[in-house]
Every structure is written in C-alpha cells, then in structure tokens.
T-cell receptor, first 115, second 116 residues
Framework: NAGVTQTPKFQVLKTGQSMTLQCAQD?????MSWYRQDPGMGLRLIHYSVGAGITDQGEVPNGYNVSRSTTEDFPLRLLSAAPSQTSVYFC??????????????FGPGTRLTVT | AQKITQTQPGMFVQEKEAVTLDCTYDTSDPSYGLFWYKQPSSGEMIFLIYQGSYDQQNATEGRYSLNFQKARKSANLVISASQLGDSAMYFC?????????????FGKGTKLTVNP
C-alpha cells in the first residue's frame, strides 16, 4: 500500500514550457485534490475531483488543467509555465464518505521552479 | 474573507511543557470538519487530529488534543509534554461543502519551535 505517490520530486522548467505532475493513489479514494504551497500562504486548492470523470476548480485554478480518467490517477498539467507557478505542489486524497474518517492523505510533494 | 485564521506566525515552547496553537474559523455551513496537520522541515504533511462539527467531545490523539469551542468558532490544538521532534509548521484546516462539493481550506500556519 503506497498511499499517495507524486512524480517528479523536483522539476525545473523554463518559462513557457509545459509539463504534467503525476499523482496516483492506491486506496480507492474518490476524492483527490491538488494544492500549491507558497511561503507565508499556507496551502491553496488548485483543482479537485470527487470521482472519475468529475473535476472542479479550487481557489487558484488559472494556468492549470486536470482530468480524472481513473479513480487512481489525477494528473496536473501546466500548459505554459510562468515564474509565478514556482511552488511546492501537493496531491491529496480522501474517502470523502460521511461517517468515515475525513483524513486527507498527502503525497510527498513536488518542488517546481520556473525560471 | 479568510476562512481559517492562525494568528501566531511563530511560537516557542520549552521541552516537556504544553503549548496551545490557535485557530479560528468562519463558516455558515452547519456541517464541517476541522483538521490539524504537521509539516516538519522535510516537507511532508502529517495528519494529527480531526474534529467534526457535530462531535460532542473534544478530539484527542495521544499528546494532541483539540480544544473545540463551537460558539467562538475556535479549534485550538494543544500539544502536551512537548518534544524536540514537535518543532515544525502546524496548519489548521477546515472541510466544508461548497457548491455540492467538499473543499479543504487551510490557514497560513504556525511555526513551532521546541527549545531544549
């Protein structure tokens, strides 16, 4: 049981490049989400998904795309990287079921630098 | 308007003493949940404790307890008998339903330093 995995751990991009941050979970969780963490800002929700085929925007969605074709995977795409997207990105999942633990399980994070 | 407020950017405590980290929240949803997470310098997010809005008793997990005062909309984390390994960032977060979907909103965090 690997929990939530993220790849890569570190990435450096040039402005304008595109890339996909990968996230996978093996807990059969319906709810998955992406956050970015910037100094002094806490974690901010980018996009989330309540199940395969269903995604929605969070607090800071601009510049990012997501899709959820399977329960296990929730990739985050940067279409045209900008220096403002330099951040640490966390993927998280939870069962999201009423009456069950609401704990969100976080991946180890991806540290992205855009130059 | 900020939904989760952590007013202490940094806190210091002596080893073996208790410390309280403050968290206030704002929601009109009667059903919500409150979390505390620990983030050590290694960067991972570690779940500590959860309190549901309908829970009658304060949540406890080992040395962690959540002082839930619903009328005051506060959910302070109490760490008893602090250890050096407790030095980390601590984040308060609230789960609420928005537009039919669950969302988790985080505060900006409190950096706790435990001194020997």
């Amino acid at each position: 049981n690997a929990g939530v995995t993220q790849t890569p751990k570190f990435q450096v991009l040039k402005t304008g490049q595109s890339m996909t941050l990968q996230c996978a979970q093996d807990m059969n969780h319906e709810y998955m989400s992406w956050y970015r963490q910037d100094p002094g800002m806490g974690l901010r929700l980018i996009h989330y998904s309540v199940g395969a085929g269903i995604t929605d925007q969070g607090e800071v969605p601009n510049g990012y795309n997501v899709s959820r074709s399977t329960t296990e995977d929730f990739p985050l795409r940067l279409l045209s990287a900008a220096p403002s997207q330099t951040s640490v990105y966390f993927c998280a999942s939870s069962s999201g079921l009423a009456g069950v633990s609401w704990e969100q399980y976080f991946g180890p994070g991806t540290r992205l630098t855009v130059t | 308007a900020q939904k989760i407020t952590q007013t202490q950017p940094g806190m210091f405590v002596q080893e073996k003493e208790a410390v309280t980290l403050d968290c206030t929240y704002d929601t009109s949803d009667p059903s919500y949940g409150l979390f505390w997470y620990k983030q050590p310098s290694s960067g991972e997010m570690i779940f500590l404790i959860y309190q549901g809005s309908y829970d009658q008793q304060n949540a406890t997990e080992g040395r962690y307890s959540l002082n839930f005062q619903k009328a005051r909309k506060s959910a302070n984390l109490v760490i008893s008998a602090s250890q050096l390994g407790d030095s980390a960032m601590y984040f308060c977060a609230m789960r609420e339903m928005q537009g039919g979907s669950e969302k988790l909103v985080f505060g900006k965090g409190t950096k706790l330093t435990v001194n020997p």
